[in-house]
């Protein structure tokens, strides 16, 4: 799928190298050029779809769902055995679900030779419970939060959050979906796990001949602006995976579970399709496209027409990155990716019309007047010039308010922004991934976009939640910080130094 805009890029960077050193461009540009893997992967295995894990109840009523995080290997290319990291297996983790109203109650068992963490991503949830680098689980050890579902249907993930050690824990395989129900949601759209609704989670790596991983670039530094950037893309841990369609229309659950790869998904046909939910759920109505970014942390759920007897390509192009021409190579935004092919069968069940309405959460209200705008300034790895400390709040808001968050990329190189156990709306929202309420947003070089954002239902004046870069080489370099939620007017009496500065479990 070579474009002018392609060829422009090029263009550019070949007139570049007139006036930039050799060593600094052909040294490096040049040698990480096409990590694409069009022409070179063959779709021949089934794609492998995740268990649903069979949670029990306690003697609390609780739902628990058992956990044990462990290495292994996994043969990711044929004939390769590769070293991996997964929860109940060798690599990724089952999908979790859970029932709005339920009180699940995850019983997480570390089986890994370093301590690590489990975060949930995008639940509203006590502090507690967040998983974030407060709460590490040490080799040999066992966490087990609580807490009650209480959000609208959506497709939310979990995975390690360890300070400093983020980026190697995910990509080693350490991350699943969480599908959250709702009876407001049911029988709407497709909904038969892994027959017509189907979890899709996407992460890049290189696997060298030997069956290792090559990490290059994982530690952000240099020209590698934005940390790894891996060679193939593995769909659910699959090299070339085929689905077999048997319904007229498929409902794909998307997860960027990549440390740093920007995805732009469509159709290698050009149709178009229908965007049916994002990060915190479904969108008021089906939206029409021909293709949506996904960053890193982000999910979308799209509803895909298909006929009877084709092969259809779900494809990445690539992404617009809003970086200049060599920035932009850098960050993958050259970088084409063949991802999954669709095979529909030559008689297809009929599937129900697609909604024209869809049971959403309402935007994010606008704060009440007078309440002032946080600023958040996203530097190389900083924000508002400040990198991560564990014994620091940086600020805390009231309990059941919103506020209006203004976050402004003053760098050259693309990042995003994940706010824990809050929703909320982008401000003016044109573009299919900035749609719906939302926990993670692309920010591109130099752009500004405004956050309308709520904070959940928990109030902890000593347990902090995490806002960060989820380009997870920069939040490991420090690109991260912490608030806490606390009872109305009691803001001012936030101790500014963490009580808890260490991690423990």
Avoid at 139 to 155: E, F, K, L, N, V
Avoid at 405 to 416: D, F, M, T, Y
Wanted: hydrophobic letters at 40%; one cysteine or more; aromatic letters at 6%.
């Amino acid at each position: 799928m070579t474009s002018r805009r392609r060829f422009l890029r090029l263009a550019g960077l070949a007139g570049l190298a007139t006036v930039v050193p050799a060593g600094a461009l052909a040294g490096h540009v040049w040698v990480t050029a096409g990590r694409g893997n069009v022409g070179r992967v063959r779709f021949e295995r089934p794609l492998a779809v995740p268990p649903v894990a069979t949670p029990r109840r306690d003697a609390a009523g609780r739902t628990v769902h058992e956990l044990a995080l462990r290495a292994g290997t996994t043969e990711l290319l044929p004939g390769r055995s590769t070293p991996t990291w997964g929860a109940n297996g060798s690599y990724l983790g089952p999908t979790l679900r859970m029932r709005r109203g339920d009180v699940v109650a995850p019983r997480v068992r570390n089986d890994l030779p370093e301590a690590t963490t489990l975060h949930w991503h995008g639940m509203e949830l006590p502090a507690v419970a967040d998983g974030g680098p407060h709460q590490l689980v040490p080799p040999g050890g066992t966490w087990q939060p609580s807490w009650r579902i209480d959000q609208p249907a959506a497709t939310l993930w979990y995975h390690p959050h360890p300070h400093g050690s983020t980026r190697h824990h995910v990509h080693r395989g350490l991350a699943g979906m969480i599908l959250v129900d709702d009876d407001r949601a049911t029988g709407l759209l497709p909904e038969r796990y892994g027959v017509d609704d189907i979890p899709l989670v996407l992460q890049d790596r290189t696997v060298t001949d030997d069956g290792g991983t090559d990490t290059d670039g994982i530690d952000f530094g240099g020209t590698d602006i934005v940390g790894l950037l891996g060679r193939d893309v593995f769909v659910n841990g699959t090299w070339g995976p085929v689905l077999r369609v048997t319904t007229q229309r498929i409902r794909l659950r998307v997860l960027n579970a990549s440390n740093a790869r920007v995805y732009d998904l469509a159709l290698a046909d050009g149709r178009p399709f229908h965007l049916v939910g994002s990060d915190q759920g479904l969108l008021p109505a089906p939206v029409e496209t021909d293709h949506v970014r996904v960053s890193p942390g982000e999910r979308v759920e799209l509803v895909v027409a298909v006929r009877p007897g084709e092969r259809l390509l779900l494809v990445s192009r690539p992404p617009e990155l809003g970086a200049n021409v060599l920035y932009d190579r850098l960050a993958g935004g050259d970088d084409e990716f063949h991802l999954l092919l669709l095979a529909a069968d030559g008689q297809l069940a009929p599937s129900a019309p697609l909604p024209t309405r869809l049971p959403a959460a309402a935007p994010v209200a606008p704060p009440p007047p007078g309440r002032p705008d946080r600023r958040f300034d996203l530097g190389d790895f900083t924000i508002n010039g400040r990198t991560m400390d564990l014994g620091r709040i940086d600020f805390a808001v009231p309990l059941g308010t919103t506020e209006r968050w203004r976050i402004r990329n003053r760098q050259g190189v693309p990042h995003n922004f994940h706010v824990h156990n809050a929703a909320f709306t982008v401000s003016g929202a044109t573009a299919p991934d900035m749609r719906g309420r939302k926990d993670t947003v692309f920010v591109a070089p130099g752009a500004e976009v405004t956050l309308l954002v709520s904070f959940g239902q928990h109030a902890d004046p000593t347990r902090p939640y995490m806002f960060h870069c989820h380009l997870l080489a920069h939040e490991d370099a420090g690109m991260m910080g912490q608030y806490v939620v606390v009872a109305p007017g009691t803001e001012d009496q936030v101790n500014p130094t963490n009580p808890i500065p260490h991690p423990h479990p």
